[in-house]
């Protein structure tokens, strides 16, 4: 395509190239074009292309209208329609191209936000939570324990009243009972559940469990909260009985077993009827680790 200055040329210099004669029917045929038609690039073409059969039928010693082959309706209808179409045309074309920079600048700005989010920790700690904190280099973690132990009163006789309940809360981090159960052989179990808080910047987390990652790159854990139930003056150690770190975003899942294993014998635990009674139980937390993750 001809720059549109070029093209004005060009039709400049033809004109002066013109006789009056041949010069008035251009300039009629321009008049009509442009009372029809915006004045576009597509419009200027058809006129330097008047203005080239105008000029060949000067040439030719034939006469300005010659052009037209004997329908003038016929031959500006046909001026017009291609003028109008080519303007479409060239309309849709940039419509196109517009949409496609669009779609590319909004790409372009999507790409950099998730380059930016994933550099910034953003999109690892909303998909993984903290095992993203735990797991990534760009965290460092530090560790606290807590001296003194954290207790709640459980009712063994109705196992459900317990669930709930919160041991710990600090305003930040809490320890709740996700669950209590008695199982075939009539062992007590509590389920914990660990909840602390975590974003972009770091996070926090109260918990038995503590989390640390090994030369390797390889998250390991430790059970180093102990667990005692107290009932009737005497006080039992309990023992673990599943742990499951960071099974959640915002913390862990462990499992104490309130009784020890001598208290079962054959099957039968030994203090079962006089739970049934009195199921009033007191359980300690001991032990208790609170981890901490910081950005480098």
Sequence with gaps: MKHKYGLNQEII??????????????????????????MSTEAKKACLGVLTLLYKAQSENQEPKSIYNGNFQNFYNKLLEKTLTN?????????????????????????????????????GTIANGMSYLQSNSNYASSYKKLQAPVEIELNLANLESNIGKEIYQDGQCKIIISNIEKDLNNEYKVIFRSIGTYDKNGGRLVSPIKHYVTQGKHQKYDLEGNLKTTYQRTTYMGSWSAICPLIYKDGDQFTYSLFPIKLYENGTFLLQDKLQKDGNVKVSLEGLIETTWMKN
């Design 13 to 38: 210099n033809l004109k002066k190239q013109l006789d009056k004669d041949y010069l008035n029917e251009y300039q009629f045929l321009c008049k009509q074009l442009k009372q029809d038609s915006e």
């Design 87 to 123: 303007d479409i045309n060239n309309l849709e074309k940039t419509d196109r191209k517009n949409i496609i920079i669009v779609l590319l600048s909004v790409l372009i700005v999507i790409l950099i936000s998730v380059f930016i989010c994933t550099e910034n920790g953003v999109i």
